[in-house]
């Protein structure tokens, strides 16, 4: 029975003409599980429908590559030829055996931060990575046009395979948030000098998108709203650039910030944020709240630190956000959902060590403590 206290949680919301169930959503995880060269099978199968039958409404894939340049594994999914169509369809076969569970495929590309033996990064401005050590490639203007086709195409095969809805990755480094980035993009062409340009290739997708796909079909982003870097986007304009994508018609927006530049250079960077007190936690509400009042029919989704259902409830009850997202807890509890709907109420299991987010280097990923305590059990 869903508590009183969670009237809101477990209440349903469109995305676009899309209606969750639920405002919960697992927010894009790179699960490192699929095949060497990107293409999936039983192994992912079996996390998303973990997390579907754990009462997730909205289950927002991993990093899935829309060319073979822009990969940050070679356990990564993909979408950039028509031969992953099978195996992505497949995956969403197996989450909509689930009632009313809805999927979204997020595309994207590394840029700068990509580390691929066979393909050298690119970028909008060689700025040097130093976690690589590697300075990419300039792109030329037409490279860039050939990427927003590749963009496109990609959401076009997610379309194919069945996904509900599509999430560009314009966050955390990697390309699309190098082009909205002043620290990354330093070009004085029509994709770079001001605001406004440098938003262009997110702009140039979206109509491409809706050209070949129509209204009806969601289009949403993780969108770069603070870098947190020295002479980096800033919230102030991270909010322009929200307000931008609401009045061109996003259906919704995930803001988020940091990246491997903020590893390096602050130490204050999601994902790589370890919690350590409540007080600490939902660290991207301050900026939510800014955004807010801009989105119009643009739903907002709140990420980062979230644990508590009474304070989800909270921030769905006075309107900050329309939806919650969630990763390292559902990582530890794939189940969460249900054990809060069922009557529940205690925090998220997950003590924010980050333990996940180092496996994720070495095979699929798992929550540390949660072994841990399964080893000393037996």
């Not at 206290?5 to 169930?21: A, D, M, R, T, Y």
């Not at 076969?93 to 569970?101: D, G, L, N, Q």
Request: net charge positive; with cysteine.
């Amino acid at each position: 029975m869903i508590q009183l206290e969670l009237e809101n949680l477990f209440s349903p919301e469109k995305i676009g003409n899309v209606q969750i169930k639920n405002r919960i959503v697992r927010s894009a995880t790179f699960m490192r599980s699929a095949e060497k060269y990107g293409y999936v099978d039983k192994k992912i199968f079996d996390i998303y429908k973990e997390l579907a039958r754990g009462g997730t409404g909205l289950i927002i894939s991993g990093f899935t590559a829309v060319d073979p340049g822009g990969m940050a594994s070679p356990y990564q999914a993909c979408l950039y030829d028509d031969s992953f169509i099978p195996g992505q369809k497949k995956l969403v076969e197996a989450v909509h055996e689930f009632s009313e569970v809805k999927i979204a495929a997020q595309i994207a590309h590394t840029g700068r931060q990509g580390y691929h033996p066979k393909y050298h990064p690119v970028a909008p401005s060689p700025i040097p990575f130093k976690m690589t050590g590697l300075t990419p490639r300039e792109l030329t203007t037409d490279e860039i046009q050939e990427l927003v086709q590749k963009f496109i195409n990609a959401g076009c095969r997610a379309y194919t395979c069945g996904y509900d809805l599509i999430q560009l990755h314009a966050a955390h480094g990697y390309l699309l948030s190098n082009f909205i980035s002043p620290y990354t993009n330093k070009r004085t062409d029509n994709y770079g000098g001001n605001t406004q340009n440098r938003l262009k290739i997110l702009i140039d997708i979206y109509n491409g998108l809706r050209d070949e796909l129509g209204k009806n079909f969601p289009v949403t982003a993780k969108l770069q709203v603070e870098d947190f870097i020295p002479n980096g986007l800033k919230l102030e304009e991270g909010v322009e650039y929200a307000k931008a994508l609401s009045e061109i018609g996003y259906d919704a927006i995930e803001p988020s910030g940091g990246g491997g530049d903020a590893q390096n250079l602050t130490k204050k960077a999601y994902p790589s944020l370890v919690i350590k007190s409540p007080e600490e936690e939902n660290y991207f509400l301050p900026h939510v709240k800014k955004i807010k009042p801009y989105m119009n029919k643009c739903k907002l989704i709140l990420m980062g630190g979230i644990k508590n259902p009474i304070f989800a409830e909270k921030v769905l009850q006075e309107n900050i956000a329309d939806f919650i997202s969630m990763s390292r807890p559902l990582i530890y509890e794939p189940d969460l959902p249900i054990r809060w709907k069922k009557g529940d109420l205690s925090p998220a299991k997950c003590i924010s060590c980050n333990g996940c987010y180092m496996t994720m280097r070495l095979g699929p990923v798992y929550c540390v403590t949660k072994k841990r305590l399964e080893k000393r059990k037996k």
